[in-house]
């Protein structure tokens, strides 16, 4: 079955610096879109970046956009998000999600419903 699981995530100052990586296995992973998502307590499930199968593109949110970085490592199986100049807004857990049927505009890629598969979670938390 497909897993994803994400790398644990800690507590970082503001300011500071995380890499997040999400492993899958289960499916034939440089078919599929990436992306990572955010929850916060009391607040619905939020977009952040996402990126295209082959690498070549990538959507972030604007909240995150020139701080936060997504990338794949096709070979390993991995996607990655880094993390810099975070800030206390930041705090939440982070899920990665995979989505079939191809790469589509922001609003459709940003969607959480396009995206299949979801990792289980990890909590980052920015302390001011």
């Known amino acids: 079955q497909v897993q994803l699981v994400e790398s644990r995530g800690g507590l970082v100052q503001a300011g500071g610096s995380l890499r997040l990586s999400c492993a899958a296995s289960?499916?034939?992973?440089?078919?599929?879109?990436m992306g990572w998502f955010r929850q916060a307590p009391g607040k619905e499930r939020e977009f952040v970046a996402c990126?295209?199968?082959?690498?070549?593109?990538?959507y972030s949110a604007d909240s995150v956009e020139g701080r936060f970085t997504i990338s794949r490592d096709n070979a390993k199986y991995t996607v990655y998000l880094q993390m810099n100049s975070l800030k206390p807004d930041d705090t939440a857990v982070y899920y990665c999600?995979?989505?079939?049927?191809?790469?589509?505009?922001?609003?459709?890629?940003?969607?959480?419903?396009?995206?299949?598969?979801w990792g289980q979670g990890t909590q980052v938390t920015v302390s001011s």
């Open positions: 990126i295209r199968w082959s690498g070549g593109s990538t």
């Open positions: 289960g499916l034939t992973f440089s078919t599929y879109t």
């Open positions: 999600a995979a989505a079939s049927g191809g790469w589509r505009t922001i609003a459709t890629m940003s969607t959480p419903q396009k995206y299949s598969y």
